[in-house]
């Protein structure tokens, strides 16, 4: 584990579910898909994306619901038992070694601005994105958005393929 790094808590709105991240994430999505739009029911998905070893239930256990995604693999959306709401996602694609924590469910989401924006193609046409944050129309190839020490980690983890949302 990284000595740098703090500790993110979170979990759900009837406080059944408390999680911790044991570290900073590999990288915070900003996805502006409109498969995200439609779960999040508003303009975009804040997912911090981070080794599953790395999460800590504190209390509770969470239901996984098999959902679709644009890939047609599907996703796995670790949800409250009671109040049903989701604090992360795996997705085929990146294999059950990384989640997608979603940072609104976190005690201090200010703490994990996006990294990126992605899938801009569908963002919703009133938002305006920030100067100075790397934003793609869709995906992106990690070896040239990743910092180094997170392709390092990513690297670590066994049989991981590239760690697409989609
Ligand atoms: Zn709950
Ligand atoms: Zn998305």
Redesign the pocket.
Same mark, same amino acid.
């Given at each position: 584990m990284d000595k740098s790094d703090h500790t993110y808590d979170g979990g759900c709105t009837c406080r059944q579910v408390r999680y911790r991240m044991m570290s900073k994430p590999l990288i915070v999505h900003c996805?502006? !898909?409109r498969? !995200?739009q439609r779960e999040t029911g508003s303009a975009f998905?804040l997912n911090a994306m981070i080794e599953s070893d790395r999460v800590r239930l504190l209390e509770g256990e969470v239901v996984v619901i098999d959902t679709p995604s644009?890939s047609g693999k599907g996703q796995r959306i670790s949800r409250c038992p009671k109040c049903m709401i989701a604090v992360w996602s795996n997705y085929a694609g990146a294999g059950d070694a990384l989640r997608f924590v979603r940072v609104g469910t976190l005690d201090e989401p200010g703490a994990l601005p996006p990294d990126i924006h992605?899938?801009t193609a569908s963002k919703q046409p009133w938002h305006s994105l920030p100067p100075g944050t790397p934003a793609v129309a869709e995906y992106y190839k990690s070896a040239e958005v990743w910092s180094k020490e997170s392709l390092a980690r990513r690297a670590a983890l066994p049989s991981t393929n590239s760690p697409t949302?989609?």
């Open positions: 996805c502006h !898909c498969w !995200c998905a644009n992605i899938f949302a989609r």
